[in-house]
């Protein structure tokens, strides 16, 4: 850290530099339990001012609500920040438990015009297919994705949990940026392919939940209640 900031790392091959550590929104609106809008928003704006450029939300993080959430922020700092978000879960909504997976290209047109209202913006900085649907090639999936970026809604590329195999498939399509994946002490799978395909093809690796969820932070001590 220097001048009180975190470093920077390209965010894929030549992309633009972001700060070396981002923030994941989900649980400003989603997943974790009660969230508090204030103490969210004071987040936001304290990892900006440490250097945090890259802010990681998806269209499934509460049915919309944490792109709606993010939005003011995003408007107030849009040349300071890059937005990433996601299709592909969608959650019916009369059954919030359920999740149907999606990479059929008219639900992905969809997906990103509603993403682009919500967030408030005219183009998505990183655009993540969230989960593979097995049904759909991989290549068509990105083929549509590739599309968006000729368009100019969508400036980058990535991935989340794929395979290495699918990951170079998708490449060959179009050059992906990011894959986001689960990595840390409590889950190394990726270790054995996915980040050496990453490394070989220049691809940026955005590891979730580095703490594996709280269980490396102590914070669950009494199994239960936890």
Known sequence: MTNGKIGTAAL?????EVGVQGLGCMGMSFAYGPSDADASRATLERALELGVTLYDTADAYGAGDNERFLAPFFAAHREEVQIATKFALSIPPDDPSRRIIRNDPPYIRRSVEASLRRLGVDVIDLYYMHRRDMNVPIEETVGV????????????????EVTAGELRA???????????????????DIEARVVPAARELGVTLVPYSPLGRGFLTGSFTDATQD
């Open 12 to 16: 894929g091959d030549g992309g633009p």
């Open 145 to 160: 994705m590739a599309e968006l970026v000729r368009e100019g809604k969508v400036r980058q590329l990535g991935l989340s």
């Open 170 to 188: 998708a490449h060959a399509v179009h050059p992906i940026a990011a894959v986001q994946s689960e990595w840390s002490l409590f889950s190394r």
